[in-house]
């Protein structure tokens, strides 16, 4: 084995990555088939396909820095393998015909699922990681994540024309696949915890926290207002732009994902919030289609290196034995971000226009660019190029 073998540990990297990506598809594939199943088996309206879709969302934000913090006493293997467990336990409970009611207690389990899996992993991939490509690895943990959802959804439209049963048996048998990569990999020495914060108040996690909750503005009103904004100045195919901004995305990870660790995080947060602000402003006046997809590339590329620079931030800051908590709630603010622009950008599309969602949205990623730069960072030798 080569030393660079030995200081990158790549089958164990591929484990948890494995273990991440399976997750992520038992959890994806029941996306696109929900709104009808809730429509057509319970007779319900869009309230109840809303909650049904995003109830996840709900659990996931209040029990991620718990299961970071079980992550840092027990060991992140542990709980990212019940992670896997309750999605496909979850998965297993579609088949119970109780009722809506019941079906959005699965979901609720499935965020717990969720939480469990995705913190204890990467709480692992920080573990596993050499210490000057610990930002580099972060974002290709995301890439997993993203990749999984990507497919899970896909192939759950294409398994509807199979029969409901067949998208929740992928639903269960996914994450199991899962659990096996994941139980392939070797367990690391436990750390004893340290005091400190709880929950979302965890100091090192709580500004950059904040940074990525500002930044996922610009992902909800561009998810969920690209396509008819361009559409309200004659321009089709507007999925083509979120389809260039989710390869961007992936893209930016493989190709200069080394950047946080090689320039520092603050420098390059900072830079991050404003290209996404430079993205969303030119495509909130963009005149046709091929300027709306630049204005897709230079959001996607700043958006990319956004979460694993103030990640890499939080893991500068916080003592090792208490690295799963303060992910825990650094990723928490994600969901938080989700749940307060949800609604905000529709509300500002309904009162100010479509313009005005991704002119709000690039306000708060310079925002998550200011706000990057007053984060302290210890000083360290590895970290003195962020000073």
Request: charged share 10%; hydrophobic share 55%; net charge positive.
């Amino acid at each position: 084995m080569t030393d660079d073998a030995k200081a990158f540990p790549r089958l164990a990297l591929a484990g948890v990555f494995g273990g991440l990506f399976c997750g992520y598809l038992g959890l994806s594939a029941a996306i696109p088939v929900l709104p009808g199943y809730v429509r057509d088996e319970f007779g319900a309206g869009d309230l109840a396909v809303g909650l049904a879709v995003t109830a996840t969302a709900l659990t996931a934000l209040l029990t991620r820095p718990v299961f970071g913090g079980l992550a840092d006493r027990y060991g992140p293997r542990t709980v990212m393998r019940f992670g896997a467990l309750a999605i496909a336990a979850g998965g297993l409970l579609y088949f119970l015909p109780a009722g809506l009611v019941w079906l959005i207690v699965v979901r609720l389990l499935l965020g717990v699922g969720e939480a469990a899996l995705f913190v204890a992993g990467a709480v692992w991939t920080v573990t596993l990681a050499p210490h000057d490509r610990r930002g580099q690895v972060i974002g290709l943990y995301g890439v997993a994540m993203w990749g999984g959802i990507s497919l899970g959804t896909a192939l759950g439209a294409a398994l509807r024309h199979f029969g409901i049963d067949a998208v929740w048996a992928f639903c269960a048998a996914a994450p199991l696949v899962g659990l096996a990569l994941i139980s392939t990999v070797a367990p690391q020495p436990r750390v004893e915890p340290t005091g400190g914060g709880r929950g979302l108040l965890l100091k090192p996690a709580v500004l950059p926290g904040l940074g990525l909750a500002l930044g996922a503005a610009g992902y909800v009103g561009l998810a969920a207002f690209v396509i008819s904004a361009l559409q309200d100045r004659g321009i089709d195919s507007g999925v083509i732009v979120l389809s260039t901004f989710s390869a961007v995305y992936a893209g930016t990870r493989f190709v200069i994902g080394h950047l946080p660790d090689k320039l520092g995080p603050r420098r390059v947060a900072s830079w991050c919030g404003a290209g996404e602000a430079a993205g969303l402003l030119i495509i909130a006046w963009a005149p046709n289609l091929p300027v709306a997809v630049a204005g897709a590339v230079v959001m996607g590329v700043g958006f990319s290196l956004l979460h694993p620079s103030l990640a890499l931030m939080v893991m500068n800051n916080t003592d090792s034995a208490q690295q799963g908590a303060a992910l825990g709630a650094y990723t928490s603010f994600w969901d938080l971000g989700l749940f307060v622009w949800g609604p905000a950008t529709g509300a500002i599309a309904a009162g100010f226009g479509y313009p005005a969602v991704f002119v709000v949205a690039a306000v708060c990623a310079c925002a998550a660019s200011a706000l990057a730069m007053t984060i302290r960072q210890a000083v360290t030798s590895e970290k003195a190029i962020d000073r």
